[in-house]
């Protein structure tokens, strides 16, 4: 089974994402150019999975670190872990168990061992371009005379009142599971509680999914705000490309509702999640997802059908 998470978050002012600098005294963001040559915001995929292992730390879950030479840092298990005297299973489930992030988000080990991703995630994009503003910070400057304090004017690239779209999907059957990359022969290493207990945090995580640059100065909500939460047969993300916004902020539903009546095949449950005061439409939303026979509620509600044992 998959989980298909397709989103939109809400961009008030922020920089989410810092790219490499471009000299002088600006902090650009990352964006990436349309054929038509708009710029486009977006977060990178290795910066989305930071952002949710951050967020499951928050949650109480146990990420790992790096030590001082590179190598994964499993702190007070290190002894353990890295004891040869031990199986590979033995080991792999004193792993999967006390670090959640080496069974959802896949390893490679510098002793050789690695694990495929069971989340896979798309970047996100904003729908709306670049409108190529800045914000301004001083950087200030050590100076033995007081009277001729001095400091740097610095520029920061920021996206301003606009939407980004996202992807997650989850191979659900992986989690809690080694999965032979050759055979595809699947050995448990957690038990099932374990593992019904690691995907309902994980989906806690994507609903309350906090991150981002700048946060200190501008501290930014990239929580889903419309969600369509599907379990489905494939992991295709189907609407990764259909989601839009238009200048007037208006979610164009119809085009989704096709999209999803198109992939019937494949989708066991679905439900759309929509918070408040995000959409101008938001009553037309409601009433064209209700008319097509589509659930939809909260964004909480809706994500909480992909969580195991939860009604």
Not at 17 to 32: L, R
Not at 92 to 103: I, P, S, V, W
Not at 255 to 280: P, Q, V
Request: a negative charge; hydrophobic letters at 35%.
């Amino acid at each position: 089974m998959f989980l298909n998470i397709s989103y939109i978050s809400k961009v008030n002012l922020g920089a989410l994402n810092g790219s490499e600098g471009m000299g002088g005294n600006i902090t650009p963001i990352k964006k990436i150019i349309d054929n038509q040559g708009e710029e486009y915001a977006y977060i990178s995929g290795q910066a989305e999975r930071r952002y949710l292992k951050e967020t499951l730390a928050q949650l109480g879950e146990r990420i790992t670190g790096v030590n001082e030479n590179g190598e994964p840092n499993f702190l007070e298990f290190n002894g353990e872990i890295y004891d040869k005297k031990k199986t590979k299973i033995e080991n792999k489930q004193l792993m999967f168990k006390e670090f959640c992030d080496l069974d959802l988000f896949g390893y490679m080990l510098p002793n050789g061992g690695r694990r495929w991703s069971p989340v896979k995630v798309a970047p996100m994009v904003s729908i709306h371009p670049y409108k190529g503003e800045y914000d301004y910070l001083t950087r200030k400057q050590y100076v033995a005379d007081e009277s001729k304090k001095s400091g740097n004017i610095v520029q920061i690239e920021i996206d301003t009142l606009n939407y980004m779209r996202g992807n997650i999907i989850v191979d659900a059957d992986k989690i809690g599971n080694e999965i032979n990359e050759y055979t595809y022969e699947i050995t448990p290493i957690l038990s099932q509680e374990e593992k019904k207990n690691r995907i309902n945090k994980l989906i806690d995580a994507i609903r309350y999914f906090n991150g981002g640059a700048k946060q200190a100065r501008n501290l930014e909500d990239i929580s889903p705000k419309f969600v369509v939460a599907a379990k489905q047969k494939t992991g295709n993300p189907f609407l990764l490309n259909i989601i839009y916004v238009d200048n007037y902020n208006n979610l164009d539903y119809q085009a989704i509702i096709d999209e999803i009546k198109d992939n019937e095949a494949i989708i066991d449950d679905i439900t759309i999640g929509i918070s408040c005061n995000i959409f101008k439409n938001e009553t037309a939303i409601k009433e064209a997802f209700n008319e097509a026979g589509i659930k939809i509620t909260t964004v909480t509600e809706a994500l909480n059908i992909l969580k195991v044992g939860v009604e």
